[in-house]
């Protein structure tokens, strides 16, 4: 019947409480985004979605076609969405010409770069795109509610909107509680959408419907849709209590991971704090122009005490083996999955290597791992790509966390570290595997004569790979002016000549190509590394007081314990260089960094190199406690105390209260005689009643189960008792005649199962005296013997079920 309903196109839907439900789903969804806290101004996209609903509401009421309301949702976000923006982005601007003049200059410069895949720092275009998309998404639900009063046309756009918002924001359990009422208030709405629907339906049939109907079906809907949200509110925890159901997720999610890190550049103003996890480094990097890095704690590293023979640290998170047009790529295709159980990857090369642990603390939400040097082992289940070898030995690309890094929590990686000399280095010779000659000797037909004869000069009268690559590392470092950011490159030009030759300036990311294309160039494999520098040293004697950041930025912990603590300041690119017998090593060619100091190997003690090394010429602020925290949704453990009376230390003692004086009553009542069996009996007898006589009242026939179930829950309690006679007989197989009397019954139970004789002649007394006589009856005893003969049927049932499996067998 329903089925076939077809309003018409002509009339308008209109009701006061579905017009609250979608007000408040868009309210709930945009408070979502709000937050997530990721950029300034959030606020401005709830105004925005007000206006949205109301304009749809209008739209869905007048006489407009579709094609006229699309046109006005135009006009009026043309003008609605600016002047927002202009009100929060503009603040210290008061002529509204130049607001907006301002506005679109920033917009094309954004344009600019998203064409050319540049990082975008300007958080105008997150708030443009969110501000439109509520925009479409509020007009689109009201138009949908009074137009057509579809309810998935309704919800689920805004549905899908706020799902996607928390795939991005999902660290913190608590702001699930979105999702939970988002859900909670859609089906509601749904549901009063599908009774108006049936309403209208009703009226056009001429169907009779009782005056309570629309309060029955409300009740019932309100019934169902908390069942619902608490079913999903477990199925999270169901999925990843179950391995596969796991695995499998995490293996359908994995190109939506993908998207994301691939369009990471677009949204780099956003905070990457408690919720959005954002990469760094995705699968491509441009050399770009660079822009100011913030003060914010990525990771902090707790290091062992260890001889690393003058080397640095290096935080790596990707690896980049082939350039083209500015742009680094990889080709590291292979997908493997690591656990904690999984041994040692086998890199090869390992003679003058030492095995390490370090463990990592997540101050930043991240799901890229940072490892030192080389990785083989993380305690993590992760997802790696890497390059099978022919010679049995795997080239690791990079290491993603199959779950999320969340701001607190740690990891714990095994690399293997150069321990090396310069000695070591030179002798190692150019015997290289042919997996690395194939891979990592790669250059572009862009690179210019004149970045040839460069390389070429730099290597005359140098007898090894390693005196090659450290003189192309002291070139760059004496004549490469250390700038954070570079402007656009002229239309055509190879940029690595233009940085090396015109420009002379320019980043780690110039530097470091700038070294790994002079050396493919002269036959030597190298490649680019992405990641963080080394970052703070704090040994653990100075942990509650950390010196002042500026002083020791180019400082180590030289070989003893500690703790690196590295900022986002510290992202960097750096060149590695192959040596056969040894492996990838780390070279420094970037002039605001602190050059690294190997050890000769002709001489005990280790001497520095003779050129004065370069401070970074930005400042560091001191490092305290509550910076230390930044990012952190929870106190520091010393305010805990200070700050003892907040709004959720209040929430828990007013439950906390209030459960004591529940059970104090509790316990009052029982010892005054109360029985909870009684009242739990009736509530529960009341259930299939009521949904009987809704499924009437709604002019639905209930099913078998539900009549027959309210049925028995209304006989006297007496009744009941005795009715177990008849299911004890028909669960032997002798189903008791319709002519039979209750003591024939229960004969025929005492002869076919003659442990219930005692049990059904006690019932047997005290049904007859309450039904046929006005003698006393006891009704437990009764209800007690009903009991045993339900207990004593179904035991017999299964024990001839088991006779019947096992004789064949016998």
Request: with cysteine; proline share 6%; hydrophobic share 45%.
């Amino acid at each position: 019947m329903i089925k076939n309903f077809r309003a018409d196109p002509k009339m308008r839907w209109w009701d006061t409480l579905a017009v609250l439900l979608v007000m408040i789903c868009l309210f709930v969804a945009t408070l979502r985004l709000m937050t997530t806290h990721w950029t300034e101004n959030l606020a401005v996209v709830q105004t925005v979605a007000f206006f949205g609903v109301v304009l749809g509401l209008a739209l869905g009421q007048s006489i407009f076609s579709t094609r006229v309301a699309m046109f006005f949702t135009l006009a009026y976000g043309v003008f609605i969405i600016p002047w927002q923006l202009g009100i929060t982005l503009e603040e210290g601007v008061v002529d509204w010409v130049e607001k907006l003049v301002n506005m679109r200059g920033r917009l094309e410069i954004i344009v600019n770069a998203l064409l050319k895949r540049e990082t975008i720092y300007d958080n105008l275009l997150f708030i443009v795109a969110m501000t439109c998309l509520f925009w479409l998404l509020s007009i689109h639900a009201g138009f949908s509610l009074t137009r057509t009063g579809n309810p998935w046309l309704t919800v689920l756009p805004t549905g899908v909107s706020i799902f996607v918002i928390h795939t991005f924001d999902s660290l913190l359990v608590r702001r699930t509680w979105y999702l939970a009422f988002y859900l909670f208030f859609a089906l509601l709405l749904i549901a009063r959408l599908v009774y108006l629907r049936k309403r209208q339906f009703w009226k056009q049939t001429r169907i009779h419907t009782p005056a309570d109907v629309g309060f029955d079906f409300s009740r019932i809907a309100l019934i169902a849709t908390i069942i619902v949200v608490l079913f999903a509110w477990n199925m999270p925890v169901l999925a990843e209590s179950l391995s596969p159901v796991s695995s499998a997720w995490a293996r359908v999610t994995r190109p939506w991971r993908s998207f994301k890190d691939s369009f990471g550049f677009a949204f780099a103003s956003l905070r990457s704090s408690v919720g959005i996890v954002t990469n760094m480094y995705g699968e491509n990097m441009m050399l770009g122009k660079g822009a100011p890095l913030g003060d914010n704690i990525i990771i902090m590293v707790d290091v062992p005490a260890m001889d690393m023979k003058g080397a640095k640290f290096y935080w790596r998170g990707r690896i980049y083996d082939t350039y083209k047009n500015g742009e680094w790529g990889n080709t590291f295709s292979q997908k493997i999955t690591l656990t904690p159980d999984n041994p040692n990857l086998i890199i090869g090369d390992s003679d003058l290597r030492q095995e390490t642990e370090l463990t990592v603390t997540a101050y930043d939400s991240v799901a890229l791992l940072y490892v030192a040097s080389q990785p083989i082992w993380v305690n993590r289940v992760a997802t790696a790509s890497v390059t099978n070898n022919l010679d049995g030995t795997v080239d690791l690309g990079s290491l993603i966390s199959n779950d999320y890094i969340r701001p607190g929590e740690h990891y714990t990686t095994r690399s293997s570290l150069p321990a090396m000399t310069i000695k070591d280095l030179r002798e190692s010779g150019t015997d290289y595997p042919q997996w690395v000659v194939d891979k990592y000797l790669q250059l572009p037909e862009t690179i210019t004569p004149r970045t040839y004869e460069l390389a070429q000069r730099l290597a005359e009268g140098k007898e090894t790979p390693y005196d090659i690559a450290q003189t192309i590392t002291d070139y760059l470092r004496r004549n490469i002016k250390y700038t954070p950011t570079v402007p656009n490159a002229p239309s055509g030009t190879e940029r690595i000549d233009w940085f090396l030759f015109d420009l002379g300036e320019g980043y780690c990311n110039y530097y470091a190509s700038a070294e790994v294309i002079l050396l493919r160039s002269l036959g030597i494999p190298a490649r680019l590394a992405v990641g963080f520098a080394q970052g703070e040293a704090v040994l653990p004697e100075d942990a509650s007081q950390v010196p002042d950041a500026e002083e020791n930025s180019d400082k180590s912990l030289d070989g003893r314990a500690g703790t690196y603590i590295v900022r986002h300041r510290d992202a960097h690119a750096w060149p590695e260089v192959y040596f056969p017998g040894i492996g990838w090593v780390e070279f420094e060619p970037t002039s605001s960094q602190a050059a690294i100091a190997r050890p000769s190997g002709e001489d005990v003690s280790a001497t520095a190199p003779n050129e004065q090394q370069n401070r970074r010429d930005y400042l560091m602020e001191p490092l305290d406690d509550s910076t230390l925290m930044q990012g952190l949704d929870t106190p520091v453990e010393n305010s805990q105390q200070e700050e003892f009376w907040t709004p959720k230390t209040l929430v828990l003692m007013v439950i906390s209260l209030a459960l004591i004086i529940l059970v104090g009553l509790g316990v009052w009542h029982f010892r005054r005689g109360f029985r909870l069996a009684p009242h739990i009996e009736r509530f529960v007898s009341n259930i299939p009643v009521s949904l009987e006589k809704s499924f009437k009242r709604l002019g639905i026939r209930p099913p078998q189960f539900l009549s027959k179930w309210a049925q028995y829950v209304q006989l006297p309690s007496l009744s009941r008792s005795y009715l177990q006679v008849n299911d004890a007989l028909n669960r032997l197989g002798q189903p008791p005649e319709l002519n039979e009397t209750p003591a024939e019954r229960v004969n025929q139970l005492s002869i076919a199962l003659p442990p219930t004789q005692p049990h059904a002649q006690k019932l047997l007394a005290e049904y007859q005296a309450g039904i046929y006589s006005q003698h006393h009856f006891d009704e437990f005893a009764a209800h007690r013997a009903g009991k045993e003969i339900r207990r004593l049927s179904y035991r017999e049932m299964l024990g001839r079920w088991l006779a019947r499996i096992r004789r064949p067998f016998g």
